[in-house]
């Protein structure tokens, strides 16, 4: 399923969730998305209100990085970065300095501040 970052970095976005590395990269129209094929992690994105389905094809503009350890020790920050905004967005508050992506994201599903 191919799944748009409504957040869009200069470098785009790498996410990582249980291990598996999404690199959310400028396609042809300039959506950053990225391909998840596990429908669990789909699912996860999509609860988040910085992510939406994308329908139809795309061409990505750059090459997507490869998943490797230099890559995804980065998509944990950027993955904590998203779980903020996404946060922010449906509370209209930054959450506690000290809150794991893990923890926001089950706050953000569950509607608990």
Known sequence: MLIECKIKRPD????????????FQPD??????????NEQ?????????????VE??????????????ETLSPGVESDLEAARAAY?????????????AETIYERIEAGDE
């Open 12 to 23: 785009g976005s790498l996410v990582t969730i249980e291990g598996v590395a999404y690199d």
């Open 56 to 69: 139809g094809k795309t061409e990505f503009k750059g090459t997507p990085k490869a998943d490797n350890a």
């Open 88 to 100: 922010l967005e449906k509370f209209g508050k930054k959450p506690h300095h000290s809150m794991k």
């Open 28 to 37: 042809d129209l300039g959506r950053h998305v990225a391909e998840v094929e």
């Open 41 to 53: 992690h789909a699912e996860r994105l999509l609860s988040i209100d910085a992510y939406r389905k």
